[in-house]
């Protein structure tokens, strides 16, 4: 393959991938240059070496969501002003903080999410429950904190 088709198939595979791969790892993150990096990893690492037999997509949101979770451990620190919803964020376990992401922000598909996270279908289920739970629980503490009144309806507990 000449050097100009290499590039041309590295552009192409970036800009297909850049968006949905940024978007799990600035969720899980909360940093955009953090997210920058990891998803700049993550597609390099693809583009290296992939993993055989897995779906590219499969492949790419799990080595992301892994990513994200290395630099959450080590403490990456937000950045800027953050909405109510990311500092809520902040307050989940870092898997249950993947699996919500996953499940809600991504829409995919439990068992994919499973797959992405190594993990049973049941064990999501239960972890993207509670992380809405605390999630909700956290949004209202926030609002109660600055004087907003939350319904009851959109608290996420039952009326």
Not at 67 to 74: E, F, G, H, W
Not at 133 to 138: E, H, P, S, T
Request: net charge positive; charged share 25%; hydrophobic share 45%.
């Amino acid at each position: 393959m000449s050097k100009d088709a290499a590039e041309e198939n590295l552009v192409r595979f970036a800009t297909r991938w850049w968006v949905p791969v940024y978007r799990i790892s600035w969720n899980m993150l909360g940093n955009t240059a953090e997210a920058a990096a990891v998803t700049e990893e993550t597609l390099l690492r693809e583009l290296r070496s992939g993993t055989p037999g897995v779906p590219r997509r499969m492949s790419l949101y799990r080595l992301a969501t892994w990513l994200a979770l290395v630099r959450r451990r080590a403490g990456v620190p937000p950045m800027g002003r953050r909405s109510t919803t990311l500092q809520a964020l902040d307050h989940l376990d870092d898997r249950d903080r993947a699996a919500l992401v996953l499940r809600d922000g991504e829409q995919l598909p439990v068992e994919e999410v499973a797959t992405i996270l190594n993990t049973s279908a049941p064990d999501v289920r239960a972890r993207v429950h509670r992380a809405r739970l605390v999630l909700a629980g956290r949004i209202n503490l926030m609002a109660a904190a600055r004087g907003a009144l939350v319904p009851r309806a959109l608290s996420g507990l039952p009326c």
